[in-house]
């Protein structure tokens, strides 16, 4: 199937250190392609995968499951430990638990964690009749595109697929549940307003998790892609430092 122009997986081949980005629930690599080149650009190995059924159509992704997105991470994740030393695992929403997964099944191969307004809950009311909804409807209108910075897109389906939501949120049990087992160190920067992920989903991440070596920053001019928005120099900066710091 086709992939939408600009929603290509991102590769490069650097030093010994890895960063493996994780995008979130109906984007594509488009919406961590700057923050991927930042880090590109400064040497170090990364790897920004396309996720299965997203960037194609929304019909092909309802096909696919947390499962497979899931798997398609940790496969990246088992390459870049043959290729470097220490590994770092970032993600967008639902990439952010995904990479948080990472962490938790993969504790020795995860040097640390950039979480960007990660998607441990989410705001929207219908999620309660998912069950039942996903059985009539196959889709209902998607969040993709919130951005505060004028002139921005981000590239994702305007629909959101129901059986393959259904799907993420069912998995959010099991990934909150096992919080307490992230030791790694965080940097978590979340964005004040944020119109997809309540704040709520943070507060539940630094409430559950063991890390002893954790940094908040709250981004005041972003919405929930803020890897697109006006604070993307500052996620830029600030992840390639805890890099650094945790990868020496």
């Known amino acids: 199937m086709p992939v939408l122009p600009g929603a290509e997986p991102f590769a ?12 979130g629930f109906t984007g594509t690599p488009q919406s961590l392609r700057p923050w991927a080149q930042s880090l590109a650009d400064a040497g170090l190995t990364v790897r920004l995968p396309r996720l299965p059924g997203h960037g194609t159509t929304w019909q092909a992704m309802n ?76 889709s209902v209108p998607g969040p993709a595109g919130d951005i505060a910075r004028p002139g921005v897109t981000e590239l994702g389906y305007d629909r959101a697929p129901l059986r393959a939501l259904h799907s993420y949120v069912r998995s959010l049990r099991d990934t909150v549940r096992d919080l307490p087992a992230v030791t790694q160190p965080l940097l978590l920067l979340r964005s004040t307003v944020d119109h997809v992920v309540p704040t709520e989903s943070s507060q ?41 710091r945790v990868a020496a």
Not at 90 to 101: D, H, K, N, P, V
């Open 12 to 23: 490069h081949d650097g030093g010994p250190v890895g960063v493996l980005l994780c995008h």
């Open 63 to 138: 096909r696919t499951r947390w499962e497979d997105w899931f798997t398609a991470v940790e496969g990246e994740l088992a390459d870049l430990r043959k290729r470097c030393e220490r590994v770092v695992v970032g993600g967008l929403s639902m990439g952010g638990a995904l990479a948080a997964r990472l962490a938790q099944r993969h504790p020795d191969d995860v040097a640390g964690l950039v979480l960007v307004n990660p998607g441990f809950a989410l705001a929207d009311r219908r999620l309660a009749a998912l069950p039942l909804l996903k059985a009539v409807l196959p």
């Open 204 to 244: 539940l991440l630094l409430s559950r998790i063991s890390s002893k070596d954790v940094t908040q920053i709250v981004l005041e001019r972003s919405y929930h892609v803020a890897t697109l928005d006006h604070d993307a120099g500052t996620i830029e900066r600030e992840s390639l430092a805890f890099v650094r």
